[in-house]
């Protein structure tokens, strides 16, 4: 059986996922599932990845979405199942102990920009288009997007792509604040893999603390937020790559840092 997820580690501290389903649009089938799944567990355990990125095999898309054609012949229930399964699998990915980039290039409608949303954040080629397209199958997103769009480019224009169902161009996607990052799409992989070094030269302890302020921060008030701030940074006083951090500075030298 053909691998629909290839992983594999870039540099010493980078690890890239590509999901390789092109004749499918890296559409979400269960084994395309199943494999994420076990790829994020893998990258959990592994202490040695500073930094992951995320993007579709072949120039055309990311991903399009849950895979309509395995869903045609599923019941009621094998379809709210299957919907579960692609949401449990994207809070995984949000969940990724590290920094997440997605780098997208070609289209990522309703689930695919789904999966996106749960990532840390994005670089895309200029020739991508997003969009939460799925009331125009009269259904709603259901694997975090009606949560996750909100938070990040406010209720109002969150509401206007989900009601109108339209896919925006990569301009505007940037200009909402979808994507982070645009580049052409030939330098894309390059942009990707440069920005995960760039990451993965910092403090790795220091990276999953930010990830973790930063991610149960935003979901509570201010004090609560300034608290777990504070836990996070607490974390990273006694280690060995503070003081390493410290030394690397005085003695005017890049720092290797070990994730101790």
Same mark, same amino acid.
């Given at each position: 059986?053909?691998?629909?997820i290839d992983y594999k580690r870039i540099d010493q501290h980078i690890g890239l996922i590509t999901l390789n389903r092109p004749e499918a649009a890296n559409a979400m089938s269960i084994q395309l599932l199943d494999e994420l799944n076990e790829t994020?567990?893998?990258?959990?355990?592994?202490?040695?990845?500073?930094?992951?990125?995320?993007?579709?095999?072949?120039?055309?898309?990311?991903?399009?979405?849950?895979?309509?054609?395995?869903?045609?012949?599923?019941?009621?229930?094998?379809?709210?199942?299957?919907?579960?399964?692609?949401?449990?699998?994207?809070?995984?990915?949000?969940?990724?102990?590290?920094?997440?980039?997605?780098?997208?290039?070609?289209?990522?409608?309703?689930?695919?920009?789904?999966? !996106? $949303?749960?990532?840390?954040?994005?670089?895309?080629?200029?020739? *991508?288009? %997003?969009? +939460? /397209?799925?009331?125009?199958?009269?259904?709603?997103?259901?694997?975090?997007?009606?949560?996750?769009?909100?938070?990040?480019?406010?209720?109002?224009?969150?509401?206007?792509?989900?009601?109108?169902?339209?896919?925006v161009s990569v301009e505007e996607a940037y200009k909402l604040g979808i994507v982070e990052k645009l580049v052409d799409v030939r330098d894309l992989y390059d942009e990707a893999i440069q920005t995960a070094n760039t990451i993965a030269s910092n403090?790795?302890? !220091? $990276?999953?603390?930010?990830?973790?302020?930063?991610?149960?921060? *935003?979901? %509570?008030? +201010? /004090?609560?937020?300034?608290?777990?701030?504070?836990?996070?940074?607490?974390?990273?006083?006694?280690?060995?790559?503070?003081?390493?951090?410290?030394?690397?500075?005085?003695?005017?030298?890049?720092?290797?840092?070990?994730?101790?």
């Amino acid at each position: 059986m053909t691998r629909l997820i290839d992983y594999k580690r870039i540099d010493q501290h980078i690890g890239l996922i590509t999901l390789n389903r092109p004749e499918a649009a890296n559409a979400m089938s269960i084994q395309l599932l199943d494999e994420l799944n076990e790829t994020v567990n893998d990258i959990n355990s592994d202490e040695s990845i500073y930094c992951v990125v995320i993007m579709g095999a072949g120039d055309k898309a990311f991903c399009a979405g849950a895979d309509l054609k395995e869903r045609k012949g599923m019941s009621n229930k094998q379809v709210i199942d299957t919907v579960r399964y692609i949401g449990q699998t994207v809070n995984a990915v949000e969940n990724i102990k590290v920094p997440v980039i997605s780098a997208l290039n070609g289209v990522a409608f309703g689930g695919g920009l789904e999966l !996106a $949303l749960a990532c840390d954040f994005r670089i895309a080629a200029t020739n *991508t288009k %997003v969009g +939460l /397209t799925e009331t125009s199958l009269a259904i709603i997103p259901g694997a975090g997007g009606t949560q996750r769009l909100p938070r990040l480019i406010g209720i109002g224009q969150a509401k206007r792509l989900i009601y109108t169902a339209k896919p925006v161009s990569v301009e505007e996607a940037y200009k909402l604040g979808i994507v982070e990052k645009l580049v052409d799409v030939r330098d894309l992989y390059d942009e990707a893999i440069q920005t995960a070094n760039t990451i993965a030269s910092n403090g790795p302890i !220091a $990276l999953r603390q930010a990830k973790t302020a930063i991610n149960r921060g *935003t979901e %509570v008030d +201010l /004090t609560t937020g300034l608290e777990i701030e504070h836990l996070s940074y607490k974390e990273t006083i006694p280690t060995n790559d503070r003081l390493e951090g410290l030394k690397a500075f005085a003695e005017k030298r890049k720092p290797e840092y070990k994730g101790k």
